[in-house]
């Protein structure tokens, strides 16, 4: 996840400093989805593994978990358009990540923050939607463990979606609000917050 973000910043080709205004990095802006295959051993092969998505450049975007037997997805999902609108998963992504990227330290350094702690989460709790996967299968058979599958793909990106969404809306106001007054703290979403007092 991490390398699809990647823009050298640890070495002399950082991609985020003007003089190497030329370099290509691996995290562009002109991503329109990024996408981790992860197989395991342990999954029955119709569910297909795992694909990890992002919507729009991985820099300022979110990986979350779909399963390869799904037979349906969040509604954000199957919105078309090539004209922004905010119902649309990929336009709130990529609102989000054109606003991150103008100034990745003050803008998008809490917005990238507070995605890879989303990740994380995901990441170790993943292994108990893989066991309660894998026993609606043995139990209830392959229809059972697909619409367990939608069920959990589905809330995972309602969620995100709704965070998402009032991520952008913060940083909008932040950047734009009070007559776009220059700053002085950076901007934090406020879910950060609210994890750091839980």
């Known amino acids: 996840m991490e ?4 823009r050298y910043e640890d070495t002399e ?7 190497n205004k030329d370099v290509r990095a691996i995290g562009v802006s002109s991503s329109m989805e990024c996408h981790i295959l992860q197989l395991k051993d342990n999954l029955p092969k119709e569910v297909g593994g795992i694909i990890w998505m992002a919507m729009a450049n991985a820099e300022h975007s979110v990986y979350l978990p779909f399963y390869g037997n799904i037979n349906d997805t969040f ?36 917005v990238r923050a507070y995605w890879n702690s ?30 367990y599958a939608t069920k959990i793909g589905i ?21 734009f609000g009070d007559d776009a007054k220059p700053k002085k703290s950076d901007f934090a979403p406020s879910f950060m ?3 750091k007092k839980k």
């Open 118 to 147: 989303y990740e994380q989460q995901l990441l170790q709790t993943q292994a108990d939607r893989d066991q309660h996967l894998i026993q609606t299968y043995k139990k209830s058979g392959k229809d059972a463990a697909a619409d």
């Open 13 to 19: 080709k950082n991609a985020n400093l003007p003089k």
């Open 75 to 110: 509604p954000a999902y199957k919105i078309a358009d090539d004209t922004y609108t905010p119902e649309s998963f990929y336009w709130t992504m990529r609102d989000l990540n054109v606003k991150s990227a103008l100034n990745r330290e003050k803008y998008g350094k809490n």
């Open 3 to 6: 390398l699809q973000r990647y």
């Open 155 to 175: 809330e995972i990106s309602k969620d995100a979606f709704t965070k998402a969404t009032q991520i952008t809306k913060e940083l909008t106001t932040y950047i």
């Open 193 to 195: 917050k609210v994890e």
